[in-house]
């Protein structure tokens, strides 16, 4: 099968403080396909975010990881969307959804 991942915004600006909210979309060849969805900055040490997806089940805002309150990742097929709550100066940087198809 084959994937299709689109990203955006393509660029954003925030303040201290507030919310933001990056999302990236995924087409599947299968729709029964399932995903290893990675968030990555650059800079950081390995991804913000990792988990395994089904592409038609939607998973409701929870933090990713468990123990990270202030990152949330929801999945609503074909969009996931990666929250960072009350941005700080250290989360400045470029931000990269890879998927992959797992087979």
């Known amino acids: ?17 507030d919310t933001v909210a990056l999302r990236c979309r995924v087409e599947a060849a299968e729709s029964g396909a399932l995903l290893r969805m990675e968030w990555l900055r650059d800079g950081g ?7 395994r997806l089904d592409f038609v089940t939607a998973l ?5 990881p468990p123990d990270a309150p202030g990152v949330q990742l929801a999945w609503q097929p074909p969009q996931a969307t990666l929250s960072l709550l009350q941005v700080q100066g250290n989360h400045s940087g470029r931000y990269l959804c890879r998927v992959t198809l797992e087979i």
């Open 1 to 17: 099968g084959a994937l299709r991942v689109t990203q955006e915004p393509g660029r954003v600006q925030v303040a201290a403080g």
């Open 45 to 51: 040490p390995g991804a913000l975010c990792a988990t």
């Open 60 to 64: 409701p805002p929870s933090p990713c």
